[in-house]
């Protein structure tokens, strides 16, 4: 919503719409399954819709690869151009759907999306959601994401939500009566980062509060998270997360029942509730628990939204989006794209790519191998195709393809009769016959998850350690008693230590419904990686802080003490070639990059500029402040302009001030500028003093 | 085994293996899951393994057509050879992974298929497993199936296994503890019909009990039945089925506790428990319950069974079979074969085969149409490639398929929040957009299945009726209004009645993992449907006797009265041609058939013939004794030569004896002879008198 007029606009409609309501009107309208009122000629509206990686739980539509993948692209033009695809999809949907009376849960227009919590700790289920560790990186794809989502008209394409606020990422199992205890130091620095950038720069339409307390307050109901809002000028609607207003009064005990969570909601700011607490409105206000004016102001910002939206009357940009677009093949074709984009080369002894010519034969084992749920993530729409890894090995290859499950997801033994580790003579044959074993490993949303969604019932969707589930761990064991190569692909929406040295090691992520196609070009080298990791991989999360300590001291990169632990380091990911960083200016507000293919295949690759500070009171060890994906030629030499924000000349005293520096050292490379980066990718960084 | 010399080889040197057994050591032998018995060199041994349509439940396999589908086909030769690709792949596991020590379940020779019990009634969930509903014609496509699993060699390629013997057809939820009452006619014209012919002309190795009691006596341990089996000469081994021998004191109460049990089971004749009741046979001998005898000979009956494959020692012809003939391309051309062939096409207002080049775009609407569960049925494989309708139709249409599951398979929605039909407005909007719909219906082995398997919680596995779900029902309703010519398809392993008028019908069973394949060939007219019936599909379940009433009065075409509940009769299938019947004689034991395609497709199609004799006291209307599959091109005429056996010329008394007529009339079509059928087919039949 550029415009402010039209904003103004929309808001005068929404008063004037709800002054002619009754206070139970008003109320009623407050539910996420808020009511037709067919006397005002209002239709029922669900404000409940999910699209963090397109348009979710609706039926058929294109499937992107997981938002951790997403961010792995290091793309912010893909990540725009995935939102808008979405947006596109789903006011298709919307047009024919609202048409035909429905208006069900997911079909509507408000999106619960993007996740832009800072993926704290590896172990944490719902990671695969967000942009990954760094604030910066989240920011700018968050924004994108939000542009797409939004579009660039007076009427809102849809509404974007950034979830959720604040200081939320785990433990899933406690999150309901969790209180995350932040400084002032971490609050700005790390966790209202992208939030505040979302709200300032990308308007985003909504927020969503947390399940967590934030310091002794409820998210939902914070006045600390609520007047952060208000100062950066947020214009938008607040909605509880689904259920989470219940959780006052059963869980975090700051209430006594539903009337009092109701009212203390909604004297906070929350204008919607997920979930069905906000029934007892009516009677929080005959209470006195809360006014009529609270009700009617909230009531008032959602119908702004759907003004804004053009809900209420008249045509919008959006009408003749026909339904035809949704799943075509220009859009697979972007979910290809971004799979490309988003499977992260770990190892590489130079087996990759595979040459075709040399091999007769090939296994494909493991329990992703013919997965869709490893494609999918989480909070997934459904596609009308999904080339599985295995699909899209069978169509790269002419010869014969060897498959065995190895073994189930995480279960000793795939049929419930048998002795444990039932496939692994199968998978054992396989290999056996094999010129080179394709091992396809991971996890996916039945063990990596939500609470409540998954089947884990040892940590509720969050995973307790860095490792493989002990039956695959035992599958690589096998496997690697044949002598034969191993190429290890791992489907997963966080850090996973293998344990194992492969001849290459591939992260896929839940690289959406084109994933397997995206894979077989990568391992054939039709085309060369060029991912790089939006999160640190450990080697053991037991040498990292308390899952449940929001403390960032020792936490991702910016803040890493123990590098010793690190596997492989943020922004880390292999190319087929070797492009290195040649020369670094820097000139008001712009770093150019000079680089180099000094290798013998054309990739692309990612750019990539940290700063810090000289200044001793400054606690990060550097932070992303820009990066730009390139394409380069085999040989060839090139240059790319990188915008670095304002903010990068700033840092966060411990008190949680922010504060300007006057000189900085910019470090590019494709990679971190640190010695473990620097041997991994086999290249070197250049860095330059800035004075601002 | 056609050789008696090397039986009694088998025999004698079993006879002196468990000679030097302690009494201990041969009652362990008679587990399902035997122990080694290290000081003779005896491995361990697993009896049960599955093999229904292809080697299931052992990793990688080609998956072939549901039983019931293979005998759609009505074709002796497809099914043998389906029978000898699975004892190949089986024979291919078994050499490597017995190399490699791993004798698990699943994994062995003894293959405890087919299931030839008589599909009774259309409700009962495990139906699909079967031939269907003619003694005939099961013990044609069974004695091919068991030759393809035994082999022509004197070693057994594997051994099969005729189950459940006998009387057994549900209903599921009550077969632990019901009595199936068959009085002697129908154990003569019905029950053991196959059996019989198994034990006497196929020399099936193996023979397993049911889990219901047979006039008063548990199957398992039924004199009645061992008396049977003796008569027969059967030379095999008897075993019981899955804890069927704990039901005896748990829920048939013939026995008060476990050692009773076991002790009846082996008294009576059950050589190997699969359970673990027969972990008491030594308190049961100590107990004077049974004797080491009973013992004994029990443990000659499988070793006998396992000399006979040769698994002790020594080398078979079938050693060389290496691993890679797993799921190959000439067995998945196979099974694609089988698919063609078992296809049913009911009705066709000439929509079929489709024209592509009027069609621009495609709906495929379904909870079935995206399914590999629909493509496998219950005991199946697992396949490397699954070819779901979806991906048949995509694969050989150029133009746009849009696709919406429409609803779930039974649920009332897809998602969980959302409300019910959740969606339908995107299968009206897809139909709406398409130039055809192809509704992609029917059920899968999660509501059609057996007793425990299931997640149908009102019948254990059964169906209620013949209807589809009510989720199903209302999708037809909302895909209807669009107005769009719909061509249904329905998966499912027994008769459905869509209650509704299509412009085409096709009943498409569990079609194997090629299924889309041949259904896209199929309705793009690759291919001509020429599938049969073999069982009667039925208007309505309630005009049927009652489930648990096991005579066949009123049951099936052979004894049914109220023609006017048939939908589809036994037999009945459509092709995109005419195939009529043109000529008919007899002569000592053959009868010869002249046809003529009268129609404008090649196509092939099955003579079927029938017969009856001229005696008031037979009781059938009369029965399928022969039948041939033909290839017939447009406009010509063949002949085809059938061997009509010489039980044809019998019938059974009201007291079950059988006994010899004189005279007979032989009818000759492709379709049964009557009204109906030929109304349906288009063309009428050809009879003859015959005397013997």
């Given amino acids: 919503m550029k415009n402010a007029a039209a904003y103004s606009d929309a808001r005068n409609k929404a008063q004037e719409l709800v002054s002619k309501m009754t206070v139970e009107e008003a109320a009623s309208q407050l539910r996420y399954d808020s009511p037709a009122i067919e006397r005002l000629g209002i239709p029922a509206y669900n404000w409940w819709n999910e699209a963090l990686h397109g348009l979710a739980r609706n039926g058929i539509t294109t499937v992107f690869p997981q938002a951790i993948a997403l961010a792995a692209s290091f793309d912010e033009k893909l990540v725009f151009e995935v939102a808008d695809i979405t947006s596109t999809e789903t006011r298709a949907k919307f047009n024919v759907f609202s048409k035909q009376g429905d208006r069900d849960i997911y079909k509507g227009l408000t999106m619960w999306a993007p996740n832009i919590n800072i993926f704290r700790d590896p172990r944490w289920g ?85 399940y967590n307390r934030v310091n002794g307050e409820p998210a939902c109901a914070s006045d600390f998270l609520m007047s952060k809002l208000h100062d950066w000028g947020f214009a938008g609607y607040f909605v509880s997360d689904c259920w989470a207003i219940n959780d006052f009064h059963t869980h975090h005990m700051v209430t006594s029942n539903a009337v009092e969570s109701a009212a203390m909601a909604l004297n906070a700011g929350c204008d919607v509730n997920c979930g069905c607490c906000y029934v007892n409105l009516i009677a929080a206000l005959e209470q006195g628990l809360t006014t009529e004016e609270k009700i009617r102001e909230a009531a008032v910002h959602l119908f702004t939204t759907r003004y804004k939206l053009g809900m209420l009357g008249g045509s919008t940009p959006y009408d003749d989006i026909p339904y035809t677009v949704c799943a075509c093949d220009e859009h697979k074709q972007k979910s290809y794209e971004a799979s490309q984009k988003a499977i992260v080369l770990l190892e590489n002894n130079g087996i990759l790519p595979l040459d075709k010519s040399k091999l007769k034969t090939i296994a494909v084992i493991g329990p992703t191998a013919t997965s869709t749920a490893v494609l999918e993530g989480n909070y997934n729409g459904t596609s009308d195709t999904y ?94 008693k044949t002598g034969k190569p191993v190429i290890a692909v791992v489907a997963a929406g ?199």
Same sequence: chains 1, 2.
């Fill in 126 to 210: 719902r990671g695969q959601e967000t942009y990954g560790e760094d604030p910066f990186l989240t920011a700018t794809l968050g924004k994108a994401y939000v542009h797409g989502l939004q579009g660039d008209e007076d009427i809102l394409k849809t509404a974007a939500c950034a979830k959720h606020f604040a200081v939320h990422s785990g433990p899933e199992g406690v999150r309901h009566e969790f209180n995350a205890e932040a400084d002032a130091f971490d609050l700005e620095d790390t966790y209202l980062y992208a939030f505040e950038e979302l709200v300032k720069e990308a308007d985003v339409e909504g927020v969503m509060g947390a």
């Fill in 387 to 480: 080339h599985t890894f295995l699909e899209g090995i069978k169509d790269s290859f002419d010869g014969r393809v060897l498959y065995s499950e190895g073994c189930h997801l995480f279960k000793d033994r795939v049929s419930v009769l048998a002795q444990p580790d039932d496939r692994l003579s199968e998978a054992y044959t396989v290999a056996s016959l094999a010129d080179v074993v394709i091992l396809c490993l991971g996890l996916d949303a039945t063990i990596e998850g939500e609470e409540g969604d998954t089947g884990n019932e040892f940590a509720a969707g969050d995973k307790l350690d860095l490792r493989l589930p002990e039956s695959q761990r035992r599958l690589i064991e096998c496997v690697r």
């Fill in 494 to 692: 966080s850090a996973i230590n293998t344990e194992t040295e492969f001849d290459a090691l591939i992260h896929a992520w839940y690289s959406g419904a084109e994933g397997g196609r995206a894979l077989a070009d990568i391992l054939f080298g039709r085309i060369s990686p060029s991912a790089k990791l939006p999160v640190t991989f450990y080697k053991d999360a037991d040498e990292l802080p308390d899952f449940t300590d929001y403390s960032m001291k020792g936490r991702t990169y910016r803040y890493i003490e123990n590098g010793s632990n690190v596997l492989y380091p943020f922004g880390f990911g292999l190319t087929y070639s070797k492009v290195e960083v040649t020369g670094l200016t820097y000139d008001s507000g712009n770093a150019k990059v000079s680089f180099k293919n000094t290798g013998s295949s054309d990739t692309q690759d990612v750019i990539e500029l940290y700063i810090k500070p000289d200044d001793e009171r400054c606690r990060e060890n550097y932070h992303l402040c820009g990066f730009a994906r390139v394409d380069t030629k085999a040989g060839q030499s090139g240059e790319v302009t990188v915008k670095i924000p304002d903010k990068a000349f700033t840092f966060v005293t411990e008190q949680g001030e922010r504060v300007r520096a006057g000189s900085f050292k910019l470090y590019a490379s494709t990679h971190q500028p640190d010695e473990l980066s620097c041997k991994l990718n086999g290249t070197d960084f250049v860095s330059i003093g800035v004075n601002i």
